[in-house]
């Protein structure tokens, strides 16, 4: 019974929802209940909005389906979620997605097993009533209702949010007009960002909607944040050994193209290959950090400044010393965005990891972020290095 639950469990994902013209909604799919509706035995679970480090709140929720409701093959969910501001007549933005279920076996326990799959979306400051559907393919049909305040607290207060008050969108921020960068005294600098593609938390196999989430926001917020010339992004995964997304004139509009690859980060399956090579993740670091320190001798040319940005690496030794080139000419300034959570557990916390030891070779700057108001600050020390 237990296996079936874990199975199902690893089998969905969180649901990431897209915005979607509300025409296109059919019309089955209506939020006022019916008496001929076909109730869907589930138990949805909203998820407070917290100010991510991307400067925006995020909000969501679990959902649960008992098991006993399902065989065969071909299961299917549609999920609408329907977003409305109560303040201003800002209208409704509509959120859906659907999925398959896996396969499950008439003979399979199903007896106090269940789905579980979830949700995420992005809030403004402000007051919302979400309407929440769920509908299988049988024409089933679950409902929720609840009102999501997104208000900034203490400190938190000074901090900037990247999306306006009484806005929701998706994990894309599709629809969002992005804060374009204010101070007038720092130039405009070619801007690498390495992206960290892993988990928050050290425990997890695979990066969930929050993470991703996370990743993104913070990457759009920095980038509204840093006037530029040009960003070359580069999304990459030490536990792969792999560059899963390079761009070397990149765009936020093309957020959605690295929340792809990002999808693809397994970490729970590795390949035989990457297992063998103990050291593989030290020969990407070097890498990348050459490339870099190289990078006069591309079409694009060298970057000003150069930032690592993801949660803590799960690996803790040093390059060695012959890893890293003598700059071609003058070398980038580097920077070290380390994202730690005060409240997952991780035994490594604050200890240096192989990004960290990477960096001390370039003569890098690290920097742990545990709040919002912590990354505001870190991008800070950017801007005051690149004043003119």
């Known amino acids: 019974m237990r296996l079936i639950h874990l199975v199902l469990l690893t089998a969905l994902p969180a649901l990431t929802q897209t915005l979607v013209d509300p025409a296109k909604i059919p019309a089955l799919l209506r939020f006022d209940p019916r008496s001929d509706d076909k109730p869907l035995r589930c138990e949805i679970t909203p998820i407070k909005p917290m100010l991510n480090y991307g400067f925006f709140f995020q909000a969501g929720y679990t959902v649960s389906i008992p098991l006993t409701q399902y065989s065969g093959r071909r299961n299917r969910l549609t999920v609408v979620s329907r977003i409305t501001p109560k303040k201003g007549d800002a209208k409704p933005v509509y959120l859906a997605q659907g999925l398959f279920l896996p396969p499950i076996p008439a003979d399979a326990p199903k ?8 949700g995420n979306f992005l809030l403004g400051e402000g007051r919302y009533d979400v309407d929440w559907i769920l509908m299988d393919n049988s024409g089933r049909i679950c409902r929720k209702h609840w009102t999501a305040s997104a208000d900034l607290h203490g ?7 990247t999306i306006p008050p009484n806005v929701a969108t998706d994990l894309s921020l599709r629809g969002v007009s992005l804060p374009t960068p204010e101070d007038e005294d720092v130039r405009k600098l070619r801007l690498t960002v390495m992206v960290h593609a892993t988990p928050l938390s050290p425990r997890r196999t695979k990066l969930r909607a929050s993470d991703e989430a996370m990743l993104l926001g913070t990457l759009s917020s920095l980038m ?3 006037p530029t010339l040009s960003v070359r992004l580069v999304v990459f995964n030490l536990e792969q ?5 390079r761009r070397d004139d990149f765009r936020l509009r093309e957020l959605d193209e690295v929340s792809e690859a990002m999808q693809k980060v397994e970490l729970g399956s590795v390949d035989y290959s990457v297992l063998k090579d103990k050291g593989g993740h030290l020969d990407l670091l070097a890498k990348l950090l050459n490339e870099e320190q190289n990078a006069g001798e591309s079409k694009r040319g060298p970057s000003d400044v150069v930032i690592f940005l993801g ?3 799960r690996h803790l030794d040093k390059l060695p010393a012959q890893a890293i080139n003598k700059p071609i000419g003058t070398a980038p300034r580097f920077f070290y ?8 557990r991780n035994p490594n916390a604050g200890l240096p990891d192989a990004i960290n030891f990477a960096l001390k070779s370039v003569k890098g ?4 972020i545990h709040t919002p108001l912590e990354f505001s600050k870190a991008i800070d020390q950017v801007l005051k290095s690149n004043r003119s």
């Open 311 to 313: 949660p803590m690496a």
């Open 241 to 245: 050994h792999a560059e899963i997304f």
């Open 224 to 226: 509204g944040r840093i």
């Open 365 to 368: 700057k690290s920097i742990v």
């Open 337 to 344: 965005f380390r994202f730690e959570s005060f409240f997952r």
């Open 111 to 118: 007896k106090d097993s269940v789905i579980e799959t979830g």
């Open 155 to 161: 400190s938190s207060r000074s901090v900037k949010t």
